[in-house]
């Protein structure tokens, strides 16, 4: 009888070690799983209920008419955990999958909420860690949105939490949102073109007249610098534009102050050639806003309001032209929610309740 409970004794080890053998990988990668990452297909995505619809749509609404005013993205997840991994390489997970914000301008910012663990976490893309650097990120997430969590009201933390964000945000100068800025862009320098060019032609002929050629050039020089500082200085417009302006205000102002120089008389240039250049300057206008309209190309309305300009000049200013009404319309497809490109550099903070 020992030596058959021996063997039995034997047997059993075996087979406990083999199952011991073959479960511990599976227990180990058990434990060792990461929390899955859900697909973006909102601004905000709540994995726990905590909000109710109601709360999520205000919610999405928001950070919607924020992204369309400035361009940023800004997300919010609420899992029930991200354990085994620490909240912030789970965030880290979460943004480079999602890659909120635009390309190149990285300004996309996650607040991602563990609500099982008690902690949460603000991550800022690239661009917006000058104007939310990790202090900023912990008084919010610390001082602004823990007290509401405290106290059981996860939606008027995040609210109150998101309401800061875009404070701060608001104050960044970033690039305005393709669909909002770039239609401005040749809108504003085409219409300083026709305002400017009555004033450079007038003021040339002036100095001209007054001054002689050498007088004439600089003082063109003044007011094309003036115009084209003034563009630049525009929220949104690019240094190019400035410079353009300040050319075709240079230009403007030699031909008048050649027209104003001409024949010797001191009667200054003929309104005939001023009319005949003001026509031409809206007519370039129209072409090149006709230009962006079709093609959405800042080339393109260069050369077709040069070309319109030269046009007018060449056929007497006489011809009225039915011209173009160029609009720019962007229209969102409505299909869902997606980043837009941006880096994060792990710029954020965490904070607990």
Known sequence: MSLIS?????????????????????????????????????????????????????????????????????????????????????????????????????????????????????????????????????????????????????AGGISAGVERLIKVVEGEPLPEPAGKSQPSRPVVVLGLVVVTAFVAMVVGGFLRARLGLFGCAAGCTVLAGAAGGAVWAIPGVAAFWGIFLAICVFILGLIGGALGGDGGSGRGYSWGWLGRFGVSAALGGVLGGAAWGFTQAEVAVIFFAIGGFFLGVLSGGSSSGRGWSGSSSGSSSGGGFSGGGGDFGGGGASSSW
Do not use: H
């Not at 994995?47 to 369309?68: I, S």
């Not at 603000?122 to 602004?144: C, F, M, Q, S, Y």
């Open 6 to 154: 021996c063997t039995r004794s034997t047997a059993g080890r075996r087979w406990f070690f083999l199952l011991v053998l073959i479960l511990a990988p599976l227990l180990l990668a058990s434990a060792g799983a990461e929390v899955a990452i859900p697909p973006l297909t909102a601004r905000v995505t709540d994995l726990t209920n905590t909000l109710n619809p109601q709360q999520r749509d205000a919610l999405e609404q928001k950070l919607a008419a924020f992204e369309a005013a400035k361009g940023s993205q800004i997300a919010v997840l609420i899992v029930p955990t991200t354990q085994p991994e620490a909240i912030e390489q789970y965030s880290i997970r979460v943004v480079e999958q999602w890659k909120l914000g635009r390309k190149a301008v990285d300004d996309g910012a996650l607040l991602l909420v563990a609500k099982d663990d008690r902690k949460m976490r603000l991550e800022v893309g690239r661009g917006l860690e000058g104007a939310v650097p990790d202090a900023v990120a912990k008084r919010i997430t610390a001082d602004i949105i823990a007290p509401y969590f405290k106290k059981g009201d996860f």
